[in-house]
């Protein structure tokens, strides 16, 4: 419990907002690395999801590489990048950077894929009746059906890179986990503890508003047709409906 109230004095503390390491300025440093490396991660592994669920080619490719790419230890591999690219300044960004891109496009890729396999086969055949084509399948239909998934990807890699951008400081780069690498030596665990309490903090919030954003990325359509069958169907009519649709399907 000491620890606890010395953290959060030491995190409400006036001097937290001046000097040399202002928590301000790290976590400015930290949001930044979190936001170019999930912003370069989508780049890669959204539109290579998309084609992925839409044509179904090389799906098991994709999971295999997702699984490794999970398995990979944080640390080990910033170390590896950094001195594989450098220890200049600018290296070791874009050692850190990469590191960050490689362990967040597993979820991305993941929510991408999924997303766009889970949308119902007779819906798709529904637009392909009416003369779409596959571009406009892919646009009209399967995305705007699978964006919550997507977003649910997108939140599981912010929150990968949140918690593994705090190892950016061990190699000189800032970010909040800067008070950890330099409590540790000095035995300074009121610092060591506000920092990590300020990391999941954002972490939470970050949480938060995906959360929101997920929400409300379902389309108007399918959580209507949600809430009307929860409202309306009973636990055993469900199951015989689904039942009678898995016949049908098989």
Wanted: aromatic residues 8%; proline residues 4%.
């Amino acid at each position: 419990m000491n620890f606890l109230s010395e953290a959060l004095q030491w995190l409400f503390s006036p001097d937290r907002l001046e000097g040399s390491n202002p928590i301000p300025v790290r976590l400015e440093e930290h949001l930044f690395y979190t936001f170019i490396s999930v912003v370069i991660a989508a780049i890669i592994a959204i539109p290579l999801g998309f084609f992925i669920g839409h044509t179904g080619k090389g799906r098991d490719f994709a999971v295999g590489l997702s699984g490794a790419a999970r398995a990979l230890p944080s640390f080990g591999l910033i170390l590896f990048l950094v001195l594989l690219i450098g220890v200049a300044q600018v290296q070791l960004q874009l050692a850190a950077i990469t590191a960050f891109v490689l362990l967040a496009i597993p979820s991305i890729l993941a929510g991408a894929y999924a997303g766009i396999e889970a949308v119902d086969r007779r819906v798709i055949d529904a637009a392909r009746a009416v003369g779409m084509t596959e571009w406009q399948i892919l646009w009209k239909v399967e995305v705007p059906i699978g964006l919550p998934l997507l977003i649910g990807g997108l939140r599981a890699a912010t929150l990968q890179v949140v918690a593994t951008a705090t190892l950016a400081a061990y190699v000189g780069l800032g970010g909040l986990g800067i008070y950890i690498f330099r409590g540790l030596p000095l035995q300074r665990y009121d610092e060591m503890l506000g920092s990590a309490l300020l990391i999941a903090a954002l972490a939470l919030a970050l949480d938060g508003i995906f959360a929101l954003i997920q929400q409300f990325a379902i389309p108007r359509g399918v959580s209507a047709g949600r809430a009307k069958d929860i409202r309306t169907s009973s636990p055993r009519r469900r199951v015989v409906a689904a039942k009678t649709a898995q016949e049908r399907r098989g």
